[in-house]
């Protein structure tokens, strides 16, 4: 779901920061806001950050003094490491408004580039994230791989958690880069796609049960 720029919401959950073993805040009051439409940001009272960080800063720190914000510190996201309870969070907060489903399926996929088959099984894990297409997670052993070279991009996902392998794809003397990964150890609530490798809808052509896709048109394509 996409939010208007500069919604504000209570976050009634427990959100902490670190910087290495070292505890910057601690709060219950934080406020998602929405900087971006897709997912929102965390603003942190001043009253549950330490003192001695307030006074020093920290990279990309922003204390509110005024305006709808006051009295709220936003953090840049990549200087701590984050957690939701007693959980990590990856990339950005959660969006309450997303909802991400992984279901074993016997639906007949292909997944194809260019003519060439990279995959093709009629055991796929689907995902589905809202607002994003339904992602086809696919068994190893029917993965071409004889298409595929590793490729070093890592990305974070705070529903999935940390993609551990992307490979590009090569035909004939073509390389598209970063067309498929996988997470080894993915978030509990999507164990299921466990060292399954999918493909972006958006740059490959994915036909299931005999009827092919169109490309879909995200912030991916």
Known sequence: MAA?????EPAPRRVRGFRGAELIFDTTSARYVWEVPYYPQYFVPLSDVRADVLREGLPGMRVFDDGDFAGLVRFRWDTLNWFEEDEPIYGHPRNPY???DALRSHRHVQVAL???TLAETRCPVLLFETGLPTRY???RTAVDFECLEPSTTQTLCPYKGVTSRYWSVRIANTLVADLAWSYETPLPAVAS?????AFYNEKVDITVDGVELPRPATHFS
């Open 4 to 8: 208007a720029r500069g919604r504000v």
């Open 98 to 100: 997303v909802r991400v």
């Open 114 to 116: 260019n003519g060439e």
């Open 137 to 139: 997670y696919i068994d």
């Open 193 to 197: 796609i466990a060292n399954m490798v």
